[in-house]
């Protein structure tokens, strides 16, 4: 079956806008290390992780969600009018069947005549909504309307468990529009899924289960599978000038070394083996800063990579990147994106690495307090800004806004 051209595709989609959000409190991997009698160059070398984001019993994924999405509109990049579509990419929803969308649809000021649903595929349900919105912009149903799409989790695992050093938590809201300012999305990516038992989190557990070996293999399995398929899609007989032809090559990022392991089956596979200690050195751990010191999140995790590229990458108008996202379970896709005319002012607004100055160090007993409260306690100084979690009322949670950041009420 003949495969369309990119030309066919009337006008460009992707992402107009990009916003990040991380918890204010993190905890040094050395500290917890040494708390539990782990080297720290096993974290530091091994995984390739420094700190890891904390959330506060005040935040979960309707708020790191909302702080992340409400910045595009404080900041006039988008009018709430405009939003046709509000999806949210999370494996770590707060109820079974109300989802988050709904809570960020109110907190957001949304207009009504809006489609908002949530997307679960483990990591994969950030870029799941990012391509499914981008199909809605390019039909007839969005009216020429835009999509807002957030990818938010927080990544727990049991306390004293080898995958403990792993957790995290983070956002991306990405506005998804017809002629982006940020990075035009290529609708032709590769796919790949296979029904398997890596990392799973039953109905009634909050931490997550993990074969962590062998999900390892199965990312690595999915990215072969995805970059075939991409392949195809462009009609490639031959792979090998894939590793020249981008600026950066972004991959899902459970902790860095996944992606440096990531990097090096991709050049296996394009035939390029040879090269891939140097070519990972440009496009691929430059971009790795947010990983190290947020941790994993999950849905988030490739596009607080795309965040700190676009915040700190400098001039990158007309560049291409890659992009591979994994999701547990699994999906993998592997797909494109070319950076816009004037993409630095829309990159300048994200400060990634404010976001990452601007937090406090827990010790590791503050660590252990924040993982052992109920929802909605406040066992600290509480929130200083932004969205929080006010209390759990039969079973309802409810919300409010602490300081005065900006336009958007709650
Ligand atoms: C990632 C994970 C599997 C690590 O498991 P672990 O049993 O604690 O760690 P390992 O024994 O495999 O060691 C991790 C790395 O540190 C290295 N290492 C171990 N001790 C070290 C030391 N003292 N100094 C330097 N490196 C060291 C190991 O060689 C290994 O590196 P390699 O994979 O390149 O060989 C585990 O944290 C996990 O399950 N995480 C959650 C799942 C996940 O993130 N999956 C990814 C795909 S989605």
Redesign the pocket.
Known sequence: MSRPEAKAFPFPVGIDALSAHVPDTFLSLDDLAEARGV?P??IS???GSFEMAVTPPWEDTVTIAANAAEKPLRLGQVDPGEIGLLVVGTETAVDHAKPVATFLHELLGLPSACRTFEVKHA?YGGTAGVTLAADWVRSPSSRGRKALVVAADIAR?DLGS??E??QGAGAAAMVISRDPRLLEIDPRGGTFTRNVY??WRPLDRREAL?D??F??DC?LDALSGATADFAAAHDLADTSSLLDRFEAMLYHT??P??AM?AHQRFAEATGRAADAADTARRLVEPWLAMSRRVG?SYTASLYLGLAWLASTGGRLDGREISLFS?G?GCCAEFFTGRFAPGSQEIGRTIDAAGLLARRSRLSVEEYERFSRAKPGESPGAGPSSGFFLARLKDDRRLYERAGATGAVAA
């Open positions: 080297p160059e096993k070398v091994g995984l990591c695992y080898s995958a050093f792993t890596d990392f993990v962590g070996k999900s390892i990312y459970p902790f070394k996944m392991k994993n994994y547990s």
